[in-house]
């Protein structure tokens, strides 16, 4: 059963609102702690006492507040760490009376120490601020204000609110390493499932997803289980409709031979008619279509086998003599163009008869000439085959040519026998060495089909 945690559903929108929610918070709560620092803390004993002090003496000597020299006198007080404190005397009009320069550190402190009910103290970067202590003289009253140098480490929330490009740039990449490993968790196991994908449709039917997919207890574990399952069928039925064309192609051969034995008792006893001769022309064709049938099962279901490391031409040599004696007899030319340096792994007999039902219909169809040819790339073998035919007229068939029974001009194969198993059996063979095979017309006239066989490095002794 699926539980509520698993569900894929859930997952995303859990994911995905608890990240967002992470950066809305961590963005949102920094004007908040900033505010709350910036309301100020109450001034410490030792500082109010000594605005207290100060501003007895003023009241004590009004004159004070007139003599900047006389001022300077009694300015030179020190906090409980020993540290110098300058003081600021500020009237009620706002006006900063002992001092020419009203700096914008005292002006933003004056601000917030006005929004404050009680005497509060603020840290800028490496300065304290602290005051007002309220004082009357003459009926006027002033405001005493404390600045003394502070190298306290500020709260850490003000490198953020100082830096805001830093904590947007901060903000922008933590969102993106979440969502990203939310997107690897997600993309592992459908990376798995399209590899396991791909490698079924190009022919490996044994591929499955790996098991730790298959564990997983939300729906990507239940697809992989589903795609497992399906894999199993696909092969077991594909295997089996292998297995029946094999069995049924023997079973034919049986009442067959049957039918040539009688055939040939009749010709004995002298009773040959033009039926017979027809009889016996169909006998033959139905046996040439029962082989080309089992070849194509054998081929099909011998791909496991281990290959070996061969030269391509020592391979192809008798395929390649009987092709250009075949040619010849045709008089058509046949050009071989394979470096007898090319080794690689192979199984000779599927490959053999590849090239061999690809060298006959070429040499069937060509006009004067076939070529073929052999290049080795860095992960590749090449072979192509040309031919000066009339190619293929629709270019819809060139990729269905290679399928079972599949003849794209019906009246022509007619005439030159065949029942379209020939480049089946051709596709077959090369997709046992894991490689491709593909066709395409050539200007002006002609065909081209190409064999593409990756090269593996591990192989089996000779």
Known sequence: MKTIPNSLFVKLLLSFWICSSLIIATVGILPLLQQKHDT?????PPLHHMLVTVANRIIDNPELLNSQQAWKRVNRFRDPEGKPVRLFIVNEHGKLLNNAKNSKMLRRFVLMADSSDRPIKYQFRDQLMFGPYQFYVAGEQYSLYGHAPD??????????TDNKMLTLSLAIFLSGLLCGLLAWHLGKPLRSLKSSADALANGDLSSRVNVKTTLRQDEFGQLAKAFNGMADAVEDMINTQQRLISDISHELRTPLTRL????ALNRKKGQETQEMIRIAYEAEQLEKMIAELLELSRVKLNTQENKVSLELAETLSQVLDDADFEAGQQHKKLNIEIPESIR???HPKPLSRAVENL???AIRYAQNSITICAKQYSHSIDIEIFDDGP??????DLDAIFKPFYRPQSARERETGGWGLGLAIADAGIKAHDGHIKAENIKPHGLKV????PIKTSSSPT
């Open 40 to 44: 100020g803390v109450p001034i410490p």
């Open 151 to 160: 190298h306290r480490p500020r709260p850490w929330f003000f490198f953020f």
């Open 260 to 263: 040539q034995l009688s055939l």
């Open 344 to 346: 690689f792994p192979l």
């Open 359 to 361: 060298l006959r219909n």
């Open 391 to 396: 190619g293929i007229a629709n270019e819809n």
């Open 450 to 453: 190409t064999i593409s066989l």
